[in-house]
């Protein structure tokens, strides 16, 4: 298994084939891509413990047929990113409207997490960056990588790591030079700016790749 991280954080290097403005499949970029309505995903959600989690706060929305379980000593306004280990997964399998759906998904776990609802503009700010950097790698494996095939979310230690496989075969990096004017291509620098780091795992012999993002806790 490899890993590959194109630039540090800040960096920008040469423009890349597979970035969110320069397609993977010739298809030029749009930020976040509202593809339809929500349809049911199948999820799994793994606790610290392994053991099943219990219920969500009714407030939120959940995507039907999605397991909405959240971990257990998780109440809405705990600690963000507090306890042990937590896993969620999302297959996007004969999915359309994936973008929302991983959106969805993503807000339940964060409310399951203690990031949501949030006590404070800091706290506010961090979920609203983790929708916003869910939404952008959704979009890209749908513009550049034949669709998304799975989510992953996980919290530990006040840092939430996401990661979207697909099928591409190209090197998702930020457009550069990046021009704030120009239609499309911000995706992954977006993801590049608001992240503590990103990354591209390919494992050897299996067909595609999973590419990951962390962001942290305010606090």
């Given at each position: 298994?490899?890993?590959?991280?194109?630039?540090?954080?800040?960096?920008?290097?040469?423009?890349?084939?597979?970035?969110?403005?320069?397609?993977?499949?010739?298809?030029?970029?749009?930020?976040?891509?509202?593809?339809?309505?929500?349809?049911?995903?199948?999820?799994?959600?793994?606790?610290?413990?392994?053991?099943?989690?219990?219920?969500?706060?009714?407030?939120?929305?959940?995507?039907?047929?999605?397991?909405?379980?959240?971990?257990?000593?998780?109440?809405?306004g705990a600690a963000a990113g507090g306890g042990g280990r937590q896993v969620r997964r999302l297959s996007f399998d004969d999915q359309s409207g994936v973008v929302p759906l991983a959106r969805d998904f993503t807000r339940q776990a964060l409310y399951a997490w203690g990031w949501l609802p949030s006590a404070t503009a800091d706290q506010r700010a961090a979920a609203e960056d983790v929708l916003l950097v869910v939404s952008e790698l959704v979009t890209n494996a749908c513009l550049h990588a034949e669709g998304p095939e799975e989510l992953s979310i996980t919290c530990e230690k006040k840092v939430i790591r996401l990661e979207v496989s697909d099928r591409g075969t190209g090197q998702p990096a930020p457009r550069t030079p990046h021009r704030a004017g120009r239609p499309g291509g911000h995706g992954m620098f977006i993801v590049q700016r608001l992240c503590l780091d990103w990354g591209v795992v390919r494992t050897p012999g299996v067909p595609g790749k999973r590419v990951w993002a962390e962001l942290g806790a305010p606090g």
């Amino acid at each position: 298994m490899s890993t590959t991280r194109p630039y540090s954080p800040g960096d920008r290097g040469p423009e890349p084939s597979g970035a969110s403005g320069a397609s993977e499949g010739g298809v030029p970029g749009s930020g976040e891509s509202e593809e339809g309505g929500v349809s049911a995903g199948h999820a799994a959600v793994i606790g610290a413990s392994g053991a099943a989690p219990s219920s969500p706060p009714a407030s939120v929305s959940a995507p039907a047929g999605a397991d909405t379980n959240a971990p257990e000593g998780t109440p809405g306004g705990a600690a963000a990113g507090g306890g042990g280990r937590q896993v969620r997964r999302l297959s996007f399998d004969d999915q359309s409207g994936v973008v929302p759906l991983a959106r969805d998904f993503t807000r339940q776990a964060l409310y399951a997490w203690g990031w949501l609802p949030s006590a404070t503009a800091d706290q506010r700010a961090a979920a609203e960056d983790v929708l916003l950097v869910v939404s952008e790698l959704v979009t890209n494996a749908c513009l550049h990588a034949e669709g998304p095939e799975e989510l992953s979310i996980t919290c530990e230690k006040k840092v939430i790591r996401l990661e979207v496989s697909d099928r591409g075969t190209g090197q998702p990096a930020p457009r550069t030079p990046h021009r704030a004017g120009r239609p499309g291509g911000h995706g992954m620098f977006i993801v590049q700016r608001l992240c503590l780091d990103w990354g591209v795992v390919r494992t050897p012999g299996v067909p595609g790749k999973r590419v990951w993002a962390e962001l942290g806790a305010p606090g």
